[in-house]
């Protein structure tokens, strides 16, 4: 344990483990990281209704909240202990609109994380 | 629901997105409770989505006609996300216009057809009325110009899934074709450190 080496080693396998790991994760034509979904036909977007995370919530298609796809950092404003994200940048509250491809390859909402599934109406 | 004026190309199914949470293993599995979750698949090139299945999704799809002899052809069919067009809602005043109008521009006619109640019927009026076809179960190659009108004031729309037979399907219309199509777009994350330089 005392040598230098083993350490280096351990940490140099750790790192190819990970490099390896993200190579073979499947994004399945989407982009890495998180993404809006537009309909072409109608200029819509995936929406999750309501912003709600329960189990059934339907997706629809909805008019864009937010216009900006920049997330910005947080910063305090007004209050020194209340951090807000800066103007200019995403409003979080918009993330209902906002999908991202999970580990397993499974589209999933960035508002609540729960996968995306199909279900019959009846 | 399977359409009842599929081309036999493709059927249109009134099959919803909705958000899951993990649930816990059920017997006999999969079923409509406990199941595999379909993966999306977009391609930039097409700019389709489409929705893949390990197992046969019968169990959760609105359609019991998928693959009912366990033959697997549920393999051949490809899915698809597709956006719903929504009409306006036709109200009584919008009846009454027509009604006049037709009155006015054929007054013959419009009598003729009062008392003989001789029917004229086109495609549409008969799918709304005598067989009952909700506008969901339309299927894409069967919509018509009147069925893509898309002018509902109401802000939302519908997202579905359609099921066709792979390489065996009719030619879509443009419109059609766009309803197949989505745009994804990345957002990006400003570096923290390099804000405001």
């Not at chain 1, 073979?24 to 309501?50: C, E, K, W």
Request: net charge negative; glycine share 6%.
């Amino acid at each position: 344990m005392s040598d230098p080496s083993w350490f280096v080693r351990h940490v140099q396998g750790i790192l190819i483990i990970t490099m390896v790991h993200s190579l073979m994760i499947d994004d399945h034509g989407f982009p890495h990281g998180y993404f809006v979904i537009r309909s072409v036909a109608t200029n819509r977007l995936l929406d999750v209704q309501g912003d709600c995370v329960e189990d059934g919530t339907e997706i629809v298609l909805w008019p864009e909240k937010e216009g900006s796809l920049v997330e910005g950092p947080l910063v305090p404003i007004i209050k020194p202990f209340v951090l807000i994200h800066a103007p200019g940048f995403r409003d979080p509250n918009a993330n209902n609109q906002v999908f991202f491809i999970d580990t397993a390859g499974f589209l999933c909402s960035r508002s609540s994380g729960h996968a995306v599934d199909i279900e019959g109406v009846h | 629901m399977l359409s009842v004026c599929s081309n036999s190309f493709a059927y249109y199914i009134d099959d919803r997105l909705v958000l899951r949470h993990r649930r816990p293993v059920s017997y006999p599995y999969p079923n409509a409770y406990s199941h595999p979750l379909p993966k999306f698949r977009f391609d930039s090139q097409t700019r389709e989505i489409a929705i893949e299945f390990d197992h046969n999704p019968a169990y959760l799809l609105s359609s019991t006609d998928t693959d009912k002899d366990g033959s697997g052809s549920w393999r051949n069919e490809a899915h698809y996300l597709v956006s719903q067009p929504l009409r306006k809602t036709r109200t009584i005043i919008d009846d009454a216009s027509e009604i006049i109008t037709t009155a006015i521009s054929s007054p013959i006619s419009f009598f003729s057809d009062t008392f003989s109640r001789k029917s004229t019927s086109n495609p549409k009026e008969i799918f709304d009325g005598n067989i009952d076809l909700k506008e969901e179960e339309i299927v894409d190659e069967d919509r018509g110009q009147e069925d893509e009108v898309d002018d509902s004031p109401e802000i939302g729309r519908h997202v579905r899934m359609v099921s066709v037979i792979e390489d065996n399907e009719g030619e879509l219309s443009n419109r059609a074709q766009r309803r197949r199509q989505w745009v994804v777009t990345p957002l990006r994350r400003l570096n923290a450190r390099t804000c405001g330089t």
